[in-house]
Nanobody, 126 residues
Framework: VQLQASGGGLVQAGGSLRLSCAASGDIFSNYHIGWFRQAPGQGREFVSAITWREANKRYSDSVKGRFIISRDVAKNTVYLQMSGLEPEDTAVYYC????????????????????WGQGTLVTVSS
């Protein structure tokens, strides 16, 4: 599966952005699509993920209530709607797919995800 992330940019604190992750290749029902971010000098951090079959969702505590993940099966695309952005949200955002063979709880560990997109930069100014 190949992933293409887009939608990043520069926004003022309190603003909104919507990221897109377009997938090419087969997305099977047990797959999960996740969003991660990496700020300069930091490790890769889990943001949110969604299951392809039931659209079950998981969020990190730092974005819960501000970000919404969704998927469009017809377009093979996952979205991350980000609102109430803070300077601390500044990072490169990556989407990734976890190719599960069976139903599995959503994982927040980057090592559990198999394929990664190239990343899109989000900069939030204060």
């Amino acid at each position: 599966v190949q992933l293409q992330a887009s939608g990043g940019g520069l926004v003022q604190a309190g603003g909104s952005l919507r990221l897109s992750c377009a997938a090419s290749g087969d997305i099977f029902s047990n797959y999960h699509i996740g969003w991660f971010r990496q700020a300069p000098g930091q490790g890769r951090e889990f943001v949110s993920a969604i299951t392809w079959r039931e659209a079950n969702k998981r969020y990190s505590d730092s974005v819960k209530g501000r970000f919404i993940i969704s998927r469009d099966v017809a377009k093979n695309t996952v979205y991350l709607q980000m609102s109430g952005l803070e300077p601390e949200d500044t990072a490169v955002y990556y989407c990734a797919v976890r190719r599960n063979l069976r139903r599995t709880p959503i994982s927040s560990a980057p090592s559990e995800y198999n394929d990664w997109g190239q990343g899109t930069l989000v900069t939030v100014s204060s």
